[in-house]
C-alpha cells in the first residue's frame, strides 16, 4: 500500500508556516489521496473542493507547495490539467510513489511469488517420485513374499490347510461374498446387479411394486449390497405387506425419501407378525394376508386387497 510521505522537518518549514494550518490540513488530505490512488501527485479540482475551499488551495499555490495548470515550475512538476492541481516534488527523489514504480514491483513480486511455487511443485515432485520408488521396491519384495507364503499355504503337505477351514464353512449372509458387485443400468448395486445380470428373478420384485402400488412412485431402489441383503431377509422374515405398511407409514409422518435406502433400518427392526392356524395377522393398516412362509407369505388376492387399502390410507392423508 503506498504512503504520503511527510519530512519529519515540515512542521518548521517556511513553506507550510506560511501556508497555514487550515491550508495544510488540505493538502495532507489530499496528499493521502494522491497516494492512494496513484495519481503522480495530480489532485483534481473536485477533490481539493471536497476537502477544503477555493482560497485555501490558493494559499497552497502562492506558498509553493501545489502548481496550477499552466506553471513555469523548474524542477520539472507535471502539468495539471485546467481547475487541477498538482504537489510540488511529489516524486522527488522517490518520496512518494509513482504508478509505474507501483505496477513494477506488482510485477516482480508476482514472478517472485510464480517462482517460488514452481520451485516447491519442483521439490514435491521429485519427493513423490521418491516416494514412488520407495513403494515399487517395497510392493516387488512384498509380492514375492505373498507368492511364496501361497505356496506354502496351498500344498498338501501343510497340516490344517488341505480342506475347508471351519470359519469358511460358517460363513453366510452378505458377509459371504466378499468380491464387489458390478453396477448395473437398473440403478442397483451389489447383490442386486449381480442377480439380474446372472438372469435370476429380482428378489425385491414384489416389495418393489407393492410400494408403488401403495403411491409411493419415483423411489430409487440404488442399494448397497448389504442393504439389499437385509430388505432381502426381511422379505422372508415379516412378509412384503408389512414392509409396505411401514414405508407408508414412515412417508406419512416423515415424507417420501427419494431412495427405499431410507427404509433399510426401519424394516430390519420389524417383528415376524403374529401367527393363528397357520395365518399371519399384520397392523390394521395393512390387513391380513394369506399363509405365513418364509418364501411366500400373501396370496395374490390378498396381497393387492392390502396395497389398494395402503394406497387410499396414502390418499386420504394427502
Known sequence: MPWFRIDDKAHSHPKLIKAGNAALGLWLRCGAYAAQHLTDGIVPGVVAELYGTKPQAAKLVK???????????????PNPAPDDYVFHDFLDDGRNTSRARHEAEKKKARERQAKHREEARGGQNGDENAEKTRDFTFDSSSKKSESASEKSQSSDSTAGQSGESRRDASVTGIHAGATPYPSTSYGSTGAAGEQRSA???????????????????????DLR????????????????AAMVAYAVNSARLKGQPAGASAWVQGWRSLEAPEQQDGIAYLPAAVGQIGPASRQQQETNDLFDRAMQRAKSRMQEDQ
Do not use: M
Open 63 to 77: 506558498a509553493g507547495l501545489w502548481h496550477e495548470h499552466g506553471h513555469d515550475c523548474p524542477r520539472g512538476c
Open 199 to 221: 438372469g435370476l428373478p429380482d428378489a425385491l420384485s414384489d416389495l418393489k411394486r407393492g410400494i408403488a402400488t401403495a403411491g409411493l412412485t419415483g423411489v430409487a431402489w
Open 225 to 240: 449390497e448389504s442393504s439389499w441383503e437385509y430388505t432381502r431377509q426381511a422379505i422372508e422374515r415379516v412378509g412384503v
